[in-house]
């Protein structure tokens, strides 16, 4: 059983950078595909980057790329999300989330969910 914790949400101001970050409990987080969504309010939730079991495979949403980095750090149970150059499309509670197996893009696929982490850019 895995289970999955965010921090570093904030308040920001357009153009600054923030860097999030799920630990991760239990014994399985190497074999784990991870991935962050985003949820803005009254959006669906929806796809940020993910990350495949050793962090050779990435992908990004069209939105975010070129600004955001996801990393993950297997041997500290860790997953990141480094974001630059923020706008204030990107307010929303930030969510990592992890499955087995192949990556996806679709929340719809992954079956293990932090609680979730609030970004909010704002001048």
Request: aromatic share 12%.
């Amino acid at each position: 059983q895995v289970q999955l914790v965010e921090s570093g949400g904030g308040l920001v101001q357009p153009g600054d950078s923030l860097r999030l970050s799920c630990l991760a409990s239990g014994r399985t987080f190497s074999n784990l595909v991870l991935a962050w969504f985003r949820q803005a309010p009254g959006n669906q939730r929806e796809f940020v980057a993910n990350v495949d079991q050793r962090g050779y495979k990435i992908e990004y949403a069209d939105s975010v790329k070129g600004r955001f980095t996801i990393s993950r750090d297997n041997g500290n149970k860790m997953l990141y999300l480094q974001m630059n150059n923020l706008n204030i499309e990107d307010t929303a509670v930030y969510y990592c989330a992890a499955r087995w197996f192949n990556p996806t893009r679709s929340s719809d696929d992954y079956d293990t969910w932090g609680q979730g982490t609030q970004v909010t850019v704002s001048s």
